[in-house]
Structures are given as C-alpha cells and as structure tokens.
C-alpha cells in the first residue's frame, strides 16, 4: 500500500514540475515584485573641477604672455653720490626779492639798529665763504632768493669784539688783543649760523681765517 502511494506521488510530481519554469518564474517574481520597469543602475557622474579649469586656462595664459624684460638703471658714477648729497643751492629765483636789504660790511656789524633786521652777503663774500665751507646743507639757503642772515644780538657781541681787536692794535706798534670764545647750545639753535656770521664779519675787516668744518 506504502508503495503504490508513492509511486502515484511522484508520478504526479514528475508530470506537472518543471524546474527550469520553476526557476524562471521565481526570479520574475523577484524582479518584479514591486513595479514592472526595468531597474536602473546607480551612476555616479563625476562633477567638474572650475577651480582646476581656471588655474590651467592661468597657466596657459600665463605662458603665452612674454614677461617683458626690465632694464635696470645704471649706478652712478663713483663720489657724484656723495656731490649730490652735500650740494648746497645759494640762491632761488622763485623766491620774492626783500627790498631795501642791506649787505653786510663793516659800517653795520656794529650797530645795534640793525637787530631783528637780514642783512645780505655780497658776491666777494660769497666765494670766500664756500672756499672755507662755511655753508651747512641744513641752512636752507634756496629759500631766499640771494643769501641773507639774520641779524641777532649775538651777531652784534661778536661784531663789538672784532672791532675792538681792531682798535687795540692800532698804528702805534701795539700787539691786538686776542679773544677765545666756545659757542655751546642746543641742536638747530643757530652755531653754525653765527659761526658764519664771525667769520663774514673777519673776511670783511681782511682777516685771514682757518675754518675746520664739521671739527674733522
């Protein structure tokens, strides 16, 4: 009896299984489970670089552009530097012209009228004057249009002593007196200035003067 069960059975089974269509309508059923459309694969497109564009379009711009080639200028020659640097301008034609300026001399070196007043320095003057470099880059002499000092009360001490060393000498034989003075003060208070002015005044009266500039 178990065995005529189990013959029919399989004999059934046989008839009706296929398994090739079992197979094939398992993965229909699997791949359409949900929708009918066909299932679309995940691309990932890669985005593009402006950042990496524009450095290359730079780097081809760049090298098409010649650098243009700069010429450097050339050195001076030796110590015209230095010429320029302690140049010093006397006079300016754009400056106003002071009318009524006296010069300097020895009739008004005395006077004591003639304090606050600028007084001019002649042309004679002027050569002697540079010879001995009593002129200092600082003075700004290209303000006025001739050079012209101010005369102070210290202009006048020092013109009082020279004419008193001319006095005492005299035509009777007599030795001058001599005079030590230091002149001390503050920076850009005037030294240099007076130092010329001393010395204008002895060029004036034919002294002989020995100017050591800047002490060295």
């Not at 694969?41 to 290359?56: H, I, L």
């Not at 000092?149 to 202009?155: E, I, M, V």
């Amino acid at each position: 009896m178990a065995g005529q069960i189990c013959t029919s059975c399989l004999f059934r089974l046989r008839a009706s299984s296929n398994p090739l269509s079992s197979i094939s309508t398992l993965r229909i059923s699997q791949a359409s489970s949900f929708h009918s459309s066909a299932t679309r694969q995940n691309v990932v497109k890669k985005r593009k670089n402006p950042v990496g564009n524009a450095t290359k379009f730079r780097q081809t711009k760049a090298a098409k552009i010649k650098k243009a080639t700069r010429e450097r200028p050339k050195p001076p020659p030796p110590g015209e530097r230095k010429s320029l640097r302690k140049r010093i301008v006397l006079s300016n034609t754009n400056a106003l012209e002071i009318r009524g300026m006296e010069d300097l001399s020895t009739a008004n070196m005395s006077d004591e009228e003639k304090i606050g007043q600028v007084l001019g320095l002649e042309g004679t003057l002027l050569d002697q004057l540079r010879e001995a470099k009593a002129f200092k880059t600082m003075q700004d002499w290209n303000v006025f249009r001739r050079p012209a000092t101010l005369f102070r009360r210290d202009t006048l001490e020092i013109g009082l002593q020279i004419q008193d060393i001319n006095q005492s000498g005299g035509g009777n034989g007599l030795r001058p007196m001599t005079i030590r003075s230091i002149i001390t003060g503050e920076k850009a208070t005037g030294k240099s200035l007076l130092l010329l002015q001393a010395m204008s005044m002895a060029y004036l009266n034919n002294w002989i003067v020995i100017n050591i500039p800047e002490g060295s």
